[in-house]
Nanobody
Framework: QVELVESGGGSVQPGGTLTLSCAAS????????AGWFRQAPGKEREFVSA?????FYSDSVKGRFTLSIDMAKTTVSLLMNDLRPEDTATYFC????????????????WGQGTQVTVSS
């Protein structure tokens, strides 16, 4: 049973930077791959980024967000630059063993979420 804990959310002005972290326990990202999703009020959960053998990004964040993993493969970090109001959402970390990185139904384990608010 993998447990995921996100941290690093907060409020920033447009153009600002935040780094989200996701720490895994009971398993590691050498066995699972990690994904980030976000959900705004009234909207469906949407794919943001994932890391397996490579890194994957949605078109809306490509070039602004960077996903990385630590050497121990227990923590993934999402560096978010040039944040925009439309990035406002609750961000969730998730883990899976196989399947499409883009689909939330692939993922077996989810964190509790961390809020990101981008507003002037």
């Amino acid at each position: 049973q993998v447990e995921l804990v996100e941290s690093g959310g907060g409020s920033v002005q447009p153009g600002g930077t935040l780094t989200l972290s996701c720490a895994a326990s009971g398993g590691s990202f050498s066995t699972y791959f990690a994904g980030w999703f976000r959900q705004a009020p009234g909207k469906e959960r949407e794919f943001v980024s994932a890391i397996t053998w490579g890194q994957f990004y949605s078109d809306s964040v490509k070039g602004r967000f960077t996903l990385s993993i630590d050497m121990a493969k227990t923590t993934v970090s999402l560096l978010m630059n040039d944040l925009r109001p439309e990035d406002t959402a609750t961000y969730f970390c998730a883990a899976a063993r196989s399947g499409s990185v883009y689909s939330p139904t692939t993922y077996n384990y989810w964190g509790q979420g961390t809020q990101v608010t981008v507003s002037s």
